[in-house]
T-cell receptor, first 114, second 113 residues
Framework: KAGVTQTPRYLIKTRGQQVTLSCSPI?????VSWYQQTPGQGLQFLFE???????NKGNFPGRFSGRQFSNSRSEMNVSTLELGDSALYLC?????????????FGPGTRLTVT | GENVEQHPSTLSVQEGDSAVIKCTYS??????FPWYKQELGKRPQLIID?????GEKKDQRIAVTLNKTAKHFSLHITETQPEDSAVYFC????????????FGSGTKLNVKP
């Protein structure tokens, strides 16, 4: 099976702009989670989507939002970008069944805000 | 919510030695504990995991142990090799469909040849 893919891989934006990141999960996986990774804060959970519904949300401001489509692909949007939003954004997919816990990460999108 | 603490933050060992990384968690409802390895510039990769109904799991040179009573779990790497050099993350997650993963802060392992 193909792994989790993310596009774009690199992105440079300026403060105040907005950005949309995309994640395609492993085929058959219905759960997609998003994480922000920074050197100082480690891996921080943003939100999780399952069957087009947000099921869990981390402690991030409302500028961070997401959605999931019927084919399980997910997008994450950050509006009014701030310098502190510069980070590696990782998505991870799981099958979403109660018996399957394993989570697999995509390569990430490196966002730089100037 | 869950809080996962990971120690040490950096670990340097000689090739061939063993390495141990420890994590503690706070939520007794957590029942799934994966470990991820992240090489520089790459994605975190799942290397081993353990569920709360098991005390130990091995896969070649790596093993994970879980102590539910003390709420801690550890990663053991034996006969370390330079390619084991990476950042290792532990995580904890609660049962059910609605998993939320809480990650430790990471351990940078350096294996000196």
């Amino acid at each position: 099976k193909a792994g989790v893919t993310q596009t774009p891989r690199y992105l440079i934006k300026t403060r105040g702009q907005q950005v949309t990141l995309s994640c395609s999960p492993i085929s058959g996986h219905r759960s997609v989670s998003w994480y922000q990774q920074t050197p100082g804060q480690g891996l921080q959970f943003l939100f999780e989507y399952f069957s087009e519904t947000q099921r869990n949300k981390g402690n991030f401001p409302g500028r961070f939002s997401g959605r999931q489509f019927s084919n399980s692909r997910s997008e994450m949007n950050v509006s009014t970008l701030e310098l502190g939003d510069s980070a590696l954004y990782l998505c991870a997919s799981r099958s979403g069944t109660a018996l399957s816990y394993e989570q697999y990460f995509g390569p990430g999108t490196r966002l730089t805000v100037t | 919510g869950e809080n996962v603490e990971q120690h040490p933050s950096t670990l340097s060992v000689q090739e061939g030695d063993s390495a141990v990384i420890k994590c503690t968690y706070s939520d007794s409802a957590s029942n799934y504990f994966p470990w991820y390895k992240q090489e520089l510039g790459k994605r975190p990769q799942l290397i081993i995991d353990i569920r709360s109904n098991v005390g130990e799991k091995k896969d070649q040179r790596i093993a994970v142990t879980l102590n539910k009573t003390a709420k801690h779990f550890s990663l053991h790497i034996t006969e370390t090799q330079p390619e084991d050099s990476a950042v290792y993350f532990c995580a904890a997650s609660t049962r059910g469909n609605f998993n939320k993963f809480y990650f430790g802060s990471g351990t940078k392992l350096n294996v000196k040849p």
